[in-house]
């Protein structure tokens, strides 16, 4: 069980739009930046967001992300079949019982139809 | 271009220790702007951060919780690499392992990743 809530699948057509949600706590999202990452099979995850809602050099404008109170969520526009991977959100969980650790989502399935 | 070489055995004995070696170029260990992790992947734990060492006039070590009394991460700066050790491994442990570069902006973020490692812990 992650400490960061994602739903495990989400489908779109080609040219579509989809959001991808990452449901946390004030011990994590709540006070912390989130990054989002991108896992094509196969290949280790790619840094995709940082700081909430920064890209990186060389990632398309057609990703975004975004925080609101405990949940962040990230968006892809104009799907492309090379877009279907999995992904997921991270960021730093600070707990009393635990200290302080990175998190990461359980990762989403984006199938583009 | 900075890249992460990952090196070590895929295959590791229950009890024994796992060790895995990180070679960075293109940066170094001894940065003053990042953090080098080491980070696991298996179907039943999803992505799980393991540590990190870095260095602030002086070397730091953070471990995640669920590890921290096995692991250690050392680094090797006459060699400009990074290895982690994780002790009594048991079938639990078998996972892909991933160094990656941790950056901070606002909060730190990992953007490079090592290619990764298949080690599986059988006898």
């Known amino acids: 069980q992650s400490v960061l809530t994602q739903p495990p699948s989400v489908s779109a057509a080609p040219g579509q739009k989809v959001t991808i949600s990452c449901s946390g706590s004030s011990s994590n999202i709540g006070n912390n930046y989130v990054s989002w990452y991108q896992q094509l099979p196969g290949t280790a995850p790619k840094l995709l967001i940082y700081?909430?809602?920064k890209r990186p050099s060389g990632i398309p404008d057609r990703f975004s992300g975004s925080k609101s109170g405990t949940s962040a969520t990230l968006g892809i526009t104009g799907l492309q079949t090379g877009d279907e991977a999995d992904y997921y959100c991270g960021t730093w969980d600070s707990s009393l019982s635990a200290g302080s650790n990175w998190v990461f989502g359980g990762g989403t399935k984006l199938t583009v139809l | 271009q900075v890249q992460l070489q990952q090196s070590g055995p895929g295959l590791v004995k229950p009890s024994q220790t796992l060790s895995l070696t990180c070679a960075i170029s293109?940066?170094?260990?001894?940065?003053?702007?990042?953090?080098w992790n080491w980070i696991r992947q298996s179907p039943s734990r999803g992505l799980e951060w393991l540590g990190r060492t870095y260095y602030r006039s002086k070397w730091y070590n953070d471990y995640a919780v669920s590890v921290k009394s096995r692991i250690t991460i050392n680094p090797d700066t006459s060699k400009n690499q990074f290895s982690l050790q994780l002790n009594s491994v048991t079938p639990e442990d078998t996972a892909v392992y991933y160094c990656?570069?941790?950056?901070?902006?606002?909060?730190?973020?990992?953007?490079?990743w090592g290619r990764g490692t298949l080690v599986t812990v059988s006898s």
């Open positions: 293109g940066d170094s260990v001894s940065s003053n702007s990042a953090a």
């Open positions: 700081d909430n809602n």
């Open positions: 990656a570069r941790a950056w901070r902006g606002f909060s730190w973020y990992f953007d490079l």
